[in-house]
């Protein structure tokens, strides 16, 4: 069956670039996105990319892709502590009800 | 415009109560799904709805979680003769059809604890 798995913490220090890794086997994988959820609050969408992309920019975050593997990564560029969250790495297949499988997520915690 | 919203945010219940969870989705939205999210845990899908069409239930962890949603639009999570394990947060997300991304938009969850 499908399966993303991701690393559970990462702490870095304000100013810093933070890299949140995620795996995934489901080859016929379409989107993958990351998730921002923060504290009594639900999941937002920071960004996606499609299966036949390598990497996407927007402003402070890069993902890239490494298809062969099934690897995914977010990179933030410049944390800030409003950046402290837990980050949740989806897939969704082009078929069917298009529910997104998700990993466990990667608690981020900023230093000051 | 107004997001996903879900209640009540926070539920106690004692074991062996039913309880009813509330989604409301983003106007426009056909496509409706229930996530559980359990402490440390990632996401688990638990149905779908998708218009008028019959709902995939293939999520649902046993008979006891049944869910509807009446004109198409608000849903209702119903969890019958609660039992400890199903304490989690339940997560609505909705989605535009339309949108090629298949973006799902996530109300704030509702937390539920069975004591």
């Known amino acids: 069956g499908e399966d993303v798995e991701q690393s559970l913490f990462l702490s870095v220090r304000e100013g810093d670039s933070s890299v949140i890794n995620c795996t995934y086997t489901?080859?016929?994988?379409?989107?993958l996105y990351w998730y921002k959820q923060e504290p009594g609050a639900g999941l937002q969408l920071l960004t996606y990319?499609?299966?036949?992309?390598d990497m996407k920019q927007d402003q402070r975050l890069t993902v890239l892709l490494n298809k062969k593997d099934k690897h995914l990564s977010l990179r933030i560029a410049d944390t800030q502590t409003g950046d402290s969250a837990i980050y949740f790495c989806?897939?969704?297949?082009?078929?069917?009800?298009?529910?997104?499988?998700f990993g466990s997520g990667t608690r981020l915690q900023v230093q000051p | 415009g107004a997001g996903v919203s879900q209640s009540p945010s926070n539920k106690v219940t004692e074991k062996g109560k039913d309880v009813e969870l509330r989604c409301d989705p983003i106007?426009?939205?056909?496509?409706l799904y229930w996530y559980r999210q359990s402490l440390g845990q990632g996401l688990e899908f638990l149905i779908y709805?998708?218009?008028?069409?019959?709902?995939?239930k293939s999520g649902l962890p046993s008979d006891r979680f049944s869910a509807e949603r009446t004109g198409g639009s608000v849903s209702t999570l119903t969890i019958q003769r609660t039992q400890q394990e199903d304490s989690a947060v339940y997560l609505c997300?909705?989605?535009?059809?339309?949108?090629?991304?298949?973006?799902?938009?996530f109300g704030p969850g509702t937390r539920l604890t069975v004591t």
């Open positions: 997300a909705s989605r535009l059809i339309a949108e090629i991304t298949y973006e799902q938009y």
């Open positions: 489901d080859s016929s994988s379409t989107y």
């Open positions: 990319i499609f299966s036949n992309m």
């Open positions: 989806a897939e969704g297949t082009d078929t069917g009800r298009r529910a997104l499988t």
């Open positions: 106007s426009g939205h056909t496509a």
């Open positions: 709805f998708q218009g008028n069409s019959a709902p995939d």
